[in-house]
């Protein structure tokens, strides 16, 4: 069991809700939901959370601008961003916002607890950050090499690499084809990969 860290949901989905509250309390934390935007910033400035989960669409307030408010307001808490299917843009702002991560609905019960997981874990020391780099070009090696996972991975972007240990940083760059990160985190690309990255680029459906 987790040692009591708090996390506080907030959607305007009943539904996910209490699906978060479920698997998450199941883990020990302690979990708050809130189905509205304005109310979950209300709350986040008020107490103290070790981790906002937000949906980035909901009718009072975007999501996104609720993750600026608590970055002003809160610095140290984390925040996970739930997206809908194809927010390559949204999410890559995520990242540049310091959003810990994010998830494509629909997620499993895995996916949400692996994204709080490494959301509430020390930042990576140059160990970890190795391992990442070779995860990517994993992936990459795969998708250059595996013509059907390379289509998957273009049709369905984060959602295939949901379940792999990589931050949020490195899903985008993966997702919308950033050979500079890539290669300036990983290092020099081969020919294939390049190529299947470049393809990625010219298939423009983020």
């Not at 609720?66 to 927010?87: D, H, K, W």
């Not at 990242?95 to 709080?116: H, I, M, N, S, W």
């Amino acid at each position: 069991m987790v040692a009591s860290r708090r996390i506080l949901v907030v959607d305007d989905e009943p539904v996910v809700n209490e699906s978060c509250r479920r698997v998450l309390s199941a883990r020990g934390y302690q979990v708050d939901t809130v189905e509205s935007a304005r109310e979950g910033l209300s709350r986040a400035s008020a107490q103290d959370f070790d981790l906002v989960i937000t949906d980035l669409r909901m009718p009072d307030l975007d999501g996104m601008e609720l993750a600026r408010s608590i970055r002003r307001e809160r610095p140290n808490t984390a925040i996970v961003i739930i997206t809908g299917y194809g927010s390559v843009p949204s999410a890559i702002e995520a990242v540049r916002l310091g959003v810990a991560d994010y998830l494509e609905k629909p997620f499993t019960p895995k996916q949400l607890t692996d994204a709080v997981s490494k959301a509430l874990t020390v930042e990576q020391d140059g160990a970890k950050v190795e391992v990442e780099a070779e995860l990517v070009k994993e992936v990459l090696r795969r998708a250059s090499n595996d013509a059907g996972f390379g289509r998957e991975l273009v049709a369905q972007g984060g959602r295939v690499l949901c379940g792999l240990a990589l931050s949020a940083e490195a899903k985008t760059a993966i997702v919308s084809g950033d050979i500079a990160w890539i290669e300036k985190q990983c290092g020099e690309l081969s020919a294939e990969e390049r190529a299947w990255l470049e393809r990625r680029l010219e298939a423009e459906i983020w």
